[in-house]
């Protein structure tokens, strides 16, 4: 009897019911990493002692290095260059708090499950729990800049108010991570928004 009035109340509600299944916490991640792994937010979230640019990723031009504090070596800070908005002279980028991530936020070579894994991280992800690390992505001005990077550079293909939709689903969802089997499923059905 109990689950005729499950099955009852599912039918009743419809679409709901799907969007609180935990695959729909898997696949808002399948669509916040195609963000994250995007040039745009890749030459910044570097394994290396250096940023990169440009959607081949090829070092930074001037042999910029990360520095102690990720804004760069003595003499030669990001702020030298990118500002708190885009150059529209010269092409530069620019958003305000324009620096290297930490180390631990380094995203270059990782799988999505990977990257899902050091997300989740307070240790390494400068002490944000599920709802900062959200309004991270709603409010920061670097991450904002990746919809708009100015110059010729393309942005990310996924508009900015469908990831912050996945963000909330993803985060409302308990943050699930993906492993290699869901990785695969999901690829096989999920392809980002153009």
């Given at each position: 009897?109990?689950r005729?009035l499950?099955?009852?109340?599912a039918l009743?509600?419809?679409p709901r019911?799907?969007?609180q299944?935990?695959d729909s916490?898997l696949?808002?991640?399948?669509?916040?990493?195609?963000?994250l792994?995007?040039?745009?937010c890749?030459?910044?979230?570097t394994?290396g002692d250096y940023?990169?640019q440009g959607d081949d990723?090829h070092?930074?031009l001037?042999?910029?290095?990360?520095?102690?504090?990720n804004?760069g070596?003595?003499?030669?800070?990001?702020?030298?260059c990118?500002h708190?908005?885009?150059?529209t002279?010269?092409?530069?980028p620019?958003?305000r708090?324009?620096?290297?991530?930490?180390?631990?936020?380094?995203w270059?070579?990782r799988?999505?499950a990977?990257?899902?894994?050091r997300l989740k991280?307070?240790?390494?992800?400068?002490?944000?729990?599920l709802e900062?690390?959200?309004a991270h992505f709603?409010?920061?001005?670097?991450v904002a800049?990746?919809w708009?990077?100015g110059?010729?550079?393309s942005?990310?293909?996924?508009?900015?108010?469908?990831?912050?939709?996945?963000v909330k689903t993803?985060?409302?969802?308990?943050?699930?991570?993906?492993n290699?089997?869901v990785q695969?499923?999901?690829r096989s059905?999920?392809?980002p928004v153009s």
């Amino acid at each position: 009897m109990k689950r005729l009035l499950v099955v009852a109340i599912a039918l009743a509600i419809g679409p709901r019911v799907v969007a609180q299944t935990p695959d729909s916490g898997l696949q808002a991640f399948a669509q916040m990493s195609a963000v994250l792994l995007h040039p745009r937010c890749l030459n910044c979230h570097t394994n290396g002692d250096y940023p990169t640019q440009g959607d081949d990723r090829h070092r930074h031009l001037f042999r910029v290095a990360r520095g102690e504090d990720n804004r760069g070596a003595p003499g030669m800070r990001c702020s030298t260059c990118h500002h708190t908005a885009n150059n529209t002279a010269n092409s530069v980028p620019g958003a305000r708090g324009w620096e290297l991530a930490p180390l631990t936020m380094g995203w270059e070579g990782r799988t999505p499950a990977e990257v899902c894994a050091r997300l989740k991280d307070p240790r390494g992800n400068g002490g944000r729990d599920l709802e900062s690390l959200a309004a991270h992505f709603a409010t920061d001005a670097r991450v904002a800049w990746a919809w708009s990077p100015g110059g010729t550079r393309s942005p990310v293909s996924i508009p900015k108010e469908t990831f912050l939709a996945a963000v909330k689903t993803w985060v409302a969802r308990g943050a699930p991570c993906p492993n290699l089997a869901v990785q695969r499923r999901l690829r096989s059905s999920f392809s980002p928004v153009s």
